[in-house]
């Protein structure tokens, strides 16, 4: 009866000792994954970033275009057309 209460403990032990190690195991995957996924959105948000500064570039200097037209065209003395 004693053998069979410690054999119930070691194999007690011995299956919460290897669920935890499977625990650690999947949330070291888990983990990994995690920071592939982390650089993966890093990269991303990086490339955004520059393609909206590009845009941003790019529409401050249509604005300057738009606003030296307009003292070109509209205020000198080059202006046709009166706007209504």
Known sequence: MKTDFIDIEEQLSTVLLQAA???ITEANNLLASTRVLVEGIK???????KLIEEFNGRMQTFGGTVLEAHKTYINGT???????
Do not use: F, I, T, Y
């Open 21 to 23: 190690e499977d625990q």
């Open 78 to 84: 080059k202006h046709e057309n009166p706007s209504p």
């Open 43 to 49: 990269a991303q948000v990086a490339e955004q970033k």
